[in-house]
């Protein structure tokens, strides 16, 4: 049966498979189901380039290792971001993003997206990352160009070909997900134990991870990178392999020599990368112009990171306009925690009041502190500070540091008014 053949019967055996899903919601009219069936299918229409990308396989005649090549036009749209789109984009936005001065005079569109996939997730000296992903743009495509260890014994091989492609380009920085913790340690082990020096350390690294932990915290139950993918860019993972599963796959790649096994683990890695640069072409956007965000806790994220950057200035008024427009209680408290902040290290102290009081109506139990000690120390207003101690000592969610801190308050402040009424 031929391979068009294959792909219409399995796109039609997902459609009745949606249908019988939709069959069996209560609630629901026959057109709206029709209407919900109609979208899923377009959803994943409109998504198919990013899971049919052109890919070509460079042959190797050592085979002690393969390379896999995947390109993606940088015409292409995620939910309306287009990677041919970063020359719109200042490189003091990706310094932000990184909290990093030196990204500020580096040219995004020269940057290295590095991923591994490995033979587990314990790292050390037993941890082999036998699949390294590197993705960059090539115009007018974005590559990604996957190398996969074919001989376990011939790991140094492996490696001279990935530092002969990295000296054959002239690569700015390195960006990664996590590979400050994990993806660089274990290649800087890996590459000790071959008596050499991985070459990415020489550059400057953005980890994406951190970044991203901020500005998507008050948006989305997860900042995991296929999560983030798919609900801000729309680059489906329906049919992704469990990242758990990949080192057994690899492990049957080198007992049956059957590249096939090995096929979905390509697609995660290129999806990954691929994600991973639109992502931080997404984030710096969003920094360069925060109208551009697309929910209130994005905008707090942004303010964030300025702050995070040293650019107190622009994190304040980013703060300021986002508390007129705040509707959500989680991200009201979060811009008021960090707006107080900043007005008490100018002392400004009125309006660090307003913001504190705030956060007290919001009952956030991190504020009782700072009040406390206005009360007490600024304004000498014992009583007052003593009401806020006791009304901080009801509170079931304080931590024990917090309780602690407010117990010995309330015997500091019970002596002095006591002493205050005997005298």
Known sequence: MSRKRNLKLLKGQKINEKWTDLESQDGLTTKQKLEKLVKSNLRRTQNQKTTNPVEKEVPNPQETYL?????????????????????????????????????????????????????????????????LGFGFIDEPVFRVKIFILSDLSKEDEF??????????????????????????????????????????????????????????????????????????????????????????????????????????????????????????????????????????GEILGVAMLYEKAGSLERAKEIYEQAKKNAVRKEVLTGIARRLSTLKKKERLYDEALELWKILLDAEDSSVYRELSIHFEHREKNYIKALEIVETGLQENSLTDARRADLEKRLQRLQNKIKKIVED
């Not at 309306?80 to 932000?96: E, F, K, M």
């Not at 030196?102 to 033979?119: H, I, R, V």
């Not at 314990?122 to 941890?127: I, P």
């Not at 991203?212 to 983030?228: D, G, N, V």
């Open 159 to 296: 490696l001279d070909a990935v530092d002969e492609f990295l000296a054959s380009h002239d690569f700015d920085a390195t960006v990664t997900f996590n590979g400050k913790t994990f993806d660089f340690p274990l290649m800087e082990t890996r590459y000790i134990l071959q008596r050499k020096r991985f070459p990415l350390l020489k550059k400057p690294h953005l980890d994406f991870l951190f970044p991203a932990r901020t500005l998507w915290k008050h948006t989305y139950e997860s900042r995991k990178l296929s999560y983030l993918g798919d609900i801000l860019l729309g680059i489906s993972r329906d049919d992704d392999i469990d990242p758990a599963q990949i080192p057994m796959l690899y492990f049957d790649y080198l007992r049956t020599n059957s590249l096939e096994r090995l096929e979905k683990v390509f697609e995660h890695n290129a999806l990954d990368l691929l994600g991973l640069s639109t992502l931080l072409l997404l984030a710096a956007q969003y920094i360069q112009n925060p109208s551009n965000v697309r929910d209130e």
């Open 67 to 131: 390379v896999k090549e995947y390109c993606y036009p940088l015409r292409d749209e995620y939910r309306g971001v287009r990677l041919d789109d970063w020359h719109l984009v200042l490189p003091y936005s990706v310094s932000v993003l990184a909290s990093e001065s030196e990204l500020n005079e580096l040219d995004p569109k020269k940057f290295l997206y590095f991923d591994t996939e490995t033979t587990g997730l314990a790292g050390g000296t037993g941890t082999i990352p036998f699949m």
